[in-house]
C-alpha cells in the first residue's frame, strides 16, 4: 500500500502530464532529422505531421460531404475502391531513395498518403449520411475499409527509423539529441516531485502515525446476587 496521500499522488500526475504536453502528440524525436514529421506550434508544442494531416483531412472531408450536393454514386464508388487499392502502396516500408528526399519532398509524401485519402473517406462518409443511397452507402464501407486497413498495415509495420540511419550519435537511446527535451522534463519532473514527497512523508524513524492514547480505566464491576445486609443497632 502507497504512503503518499492520495491528494499528492493526484497532484504528482497532474505536474507529469503538464510537463510532457509539449510532445504528447509529436510521435518522433525532435532533433533535425524529423523536422520534416514534426509541426511546430509556439515556443515548444510539437505535432505529427502525418496525424495532423490525417484528422484535418477528416475534418475536411466530412464538412465538404456535408456542404457540397450530392455527388454520383459512381464517382463516390469509384473513390473508395481506389482508396482500397492504394492502401499497399501508401503505406509500405521507406525506399533507400525517400532517405535521401528534401523536406519538402516528405512533407508533400504526407499530404499524399495522409491528407488525401483521409478526405476522400470523410467525403464518403458525409454524402452517405446525407443522402443515404445503396451506392453511397457502398462507396462509405470501402472507404472505412481503406482507412481501417491503412491503419492496422501501419501499427503492424511499426515506426519508421531510417532517418536514424548515419546518425553519429547512433540508434535512438540516452545520447539522442531529439529525446534530449524530454529527458530534461522528466528530470526537472523527478527532481520536483520528490520534494513534494519529502516533505509529506515523516523522516526516517520517526512513527508513520501519532501514538494513540492510552486507554481509558474501566470501573470494578459490581458484584453479583443480593446486597450484603447492614447489622442493626442494639
Not at 511546430?40 to 490525417?54: K, P, W
Not at 502502396?89 to 499530404?111: L, M, N, Q
Not at 488525401?116 to 443515404?132: F, K, R, W
Request: net charge positive; hydrophobic share 45%; charged share 20%.
Amino acid at each position: 500500500m502507497s504512503r503518499i496521500p492520495p491528494s499528492l499522488a493526484r497532484r504528482v500526475d497532474r505536474l507529469a502530464r503538464r510537463a510532457h504536453a509539449f510532445h504528447r502528440w509529436s510521435h518522433h524525436p525532435l532533433c533535425d532529422r524529423y523536422r520534416a514529421e514534426v509541426v511546430r506550434l509556439g515556443r515548444r508544442a510539437r505535432f505529427c505531421l502525418g496525424c495532423s494531416l490525417t484528422a484535418l483531412g477528416a475534418v475536411a472531408g466530412l464538412g465538404a460531404g456535408a456542404l457540397l450536393q450530392a455527388a454520383p454514386e459512381a464517382w463516390l464508388v469509384g473513390a473508395g475502391l481506389a482508396l482500397l487499392l492504394a492502401v499497399p502502396a501508401a503505406v509500405r516500408p521507406r525506399a533507400p531513395a525517400d532517405e535521401r528526399s528534401g523536406e519538402g519532398a516528405r512533407r508533400a509524401g504526407k499530404v499524399l498518403t495522409r491528407f488525401l485519402p483521409t478526405a476522400l473517406a470523410g467525403l464518403a462518409v458525409a454524402q452517405a449520411l446525407a443522402a443515404p443511397s445503396p451506392g453511397r452507402l457502398a462507396a462509405a464501407a470501402l472507404a472505412a475499409l481503406a482507412v481501417g486497413w491503412g491503419v492496422l498495415r501501419y501499427r503492424r509495420r511499426g515506426p519508421d527509423r531510417s532517418a536514424c540511419r548515419g546518425c553519429p550519435e547512433g540508434p535512438p537511446g540516452v545520447r539522442c539529441p531529439g529525446f534530449a527535451p524530454m529527458a530534461r522534463r522528466e528530470r526537472a519532473l523527478s527532481r520536483l516531485a520528490g520534494r513534494w514527497i519529502a516533505a509529506a512523508l515523516p523522516p526516517p524513524g520517526a512513527p508513520a502515525t501519532s501514538p494513540l492514547p492510552p486507554p481509558a480505566s474501566r470501573p470494578a464491576p459490581r458484584p453479583s446476587g443480593p446486597p450484603p445486609s447492614r447489622p442493626r443497632p442494639a
